[in-house]
């Protein structure tokens, strides 16, 4: 995989769309040590200090049908919580919450945007945005359950390192996600957060209370 690396970026997003716009082809990677215009879901903003975290932007070509795009989170999620599990011991409270924030306890250190550029019956292109706490140990007071892998560990992590070891395990899971999508689901649902415990879920912009055992067929959520 290709690896564009920028010491400072509005967002490794917004770089993805110019790039593929422009006519690079899938895959590759946009890493940056700083965004000014990080994105988050919807209007949210992704707040990072610069040089402490890892954000990064995967664009591939997924070859799924547009009905299975849920798989690109599954697999992207399933690749952070492998990743995370080489540096924090209690693996065990290392979850995933539907659809697409990594949670250690009950804080966030993790959290994936993803879009998707259909043509036809098939994904043309998946820009996958990653933004790991890794090295931050002070976040704003707006931000309510934030934590790293520093505030877990006590220590410094190498983000060049980390980085290495995502994209090797993220590309092994995106070759299993054409191959069989199934292993990754099982793990996906395995690892959810508050799995069969009520919490509150945005889903189409609404916050309700939802008792989650699984995904359905089309990726949201069953329970």
Not at 13 to 41: D, H, S, V, Y
Not at 129 to 142: K, L
């Amino acid at each position: 995989m290709k690896i564009i690396h920028h010491q400072t970026i509005d967002s490794t997003n917004l770089e993805a769309k110019r790039l593929l716009n422009a006519g690079e082809k899938p895959p590759f990677l946009i890493f940056a040590a700083e965004q000014t215009e990080g994105k988050g879901q919807g209007e949210h903003i992704w707040e990072t200090q610069a040089g402490k975290n890892l954000t990064c932007s995967f664009v591939i070509e997924p070859k799924i049908e547009p009905q299975s795009q849920y798989l690109i989170t599954v697999a992207i999620s399933v690749s952070i919580k492998i990743l995370l599990e080489k540096y924090i011991l209690q693996t065990h409270k290392i979850k995933i919450k539907w659809p697409n924030d990594i949670y250690v306890g009950d804080s966030k250190i993790c959290g994936i945007l993803i879009n998707n550029k259909v043509l036809g019956n098939e994904i043309q292109s998946s820009i996958i945005g990653v933004g790991i706490n890794v090295n931050q140990t002070e976040f704003p007071a707006h931000l309510p359950n934030p934590i790293s892998i520093k505030l877990i560990a006590g220590e410094d992590i190498s983000i060049d390192e980390l980085l290495k070891e995502f994209i090797a395990i993220a590309e092994e899971n995106f070759l299993l996600m054409q191959r069989n999508p199934q292993e990754l689901i099982s793990t996906y649902t395995n690892n959810l957060y508050k799995l069969n415990e009520p919490a509150m879920y945005n889903i189409n912009g609404q916050f309700v209370e939802r008792c989650i055992s699984g995904i359905d067929e089309f990726g949201g959520i069953k329970g």
